[in-house]
């Protein structure tokens, strides 16, 4: 099991599966928090020096049992926006949170190729156009995940 390190992530990538671009910074970086229950790591982005405003990701992996055969990974990510500045007080509150669950069935049965296929596609849905080894767009994709997301335009 490797040990809970820093993770980063950027909103740079404007949705870009994968880059070579040196230039593509990271523009968070979630500092291990150990873990908040057992079998569910944390990481927490503390650079914006609010502790009611720092964003999250948690991690948990189930292990089947013995009424399911499915391994279940669970990630959520937390990014807080908080209310603005008043004169009057200097307490900061938070105003709402962007959260997103996202959960992995995994079969006990599907080999790590099929695994890596699948979170391949997963990501795909994620990205706006596909990179290719230079690093030019080659083909744009007509996900419904990115306008539902950004616009909450609906599917049908």
């Given at each position: 099991?490797?040990?809970i390190?820093i993770?980063?992530?950027?909103?740079?990538l404007?949705?870009?599966?994968k880059?070579t671009?040196a230039?593509v910074?990271t523009?968070?970086?979630?500092g291990?928090?150990?873990?908040t229950l057992p079998g569910?790591?944390?990481?927490?982005?503390?650079s914006?020096?609010?502790?009611?405003?720092f964003p999250?990701?948690t991690?948990?992996?189930?292990a089947?049992?013995n009424?399911?055969?499915?391994?279940?990974?669970?990630?959520?990510l937390v990014?807080?926006?908080l209310?603005?500045?008043?004169?009057?007080?200097?307490?900061?509150?938070?105003a709402?949170?962007?959260?997103a669950?996202?959960?992995?069935?995994?079969?006990?049965?599907?080999?790590?190729?099929?695994?890596e296929?699948?979170?391949?596609e997963?990501v795909?849905l994620?990205?706006?156009?596909?990179?290719?080894?230079?690093?030019d767009?080659?083909?744009?994709?007509?996900?419904p995940v990115?306008p539902?997301?950004?616009?909450?335009?609906p599917?049908y």
């Amino acid at each position: 099991m490797p040990s809970i390190g820093i993770v980063k992530s950027s909103t740079l990538l404007d949705l870009v599966s994968k880059t070579t671009d040196a230039s593509v910074g990271t523009n968070k970086t979630f500092g291990p928090e150990g873990f908040t229950l057992p079998g569910v790591a944390k990481w927490v982005d503390r650079s914006g020096g609010i502790p009611v405003g720092f964003p999250a990701l948690t991690l948990s992996v189930r292990a089947p049992s013995n009424q399911s055969q499915v391994y279940r990974v669970q990630v959520k990510l937390v990014s807080p926006t908080l209310e603005p500045e008043s004169a009057s007080t200097s307490l900061r509150t938070k105003a709402y949170e962007l959260t997103a669950n996202l959960e992995f069935m995994l079969p006990n049965r599907s080999t790590r190729e099929e695994r890596e296929a699948f979170l391949s596609e997963f990501v795909g849905l994620l990205s706006t156009s596909i990179a290719a080894s230079d690093g030019d767009p080659v083909e744009v994709t007509g996900s419904p995940v990115v306008p539902a997301v950004l616009d909450f335009e609906p599917s049908y």
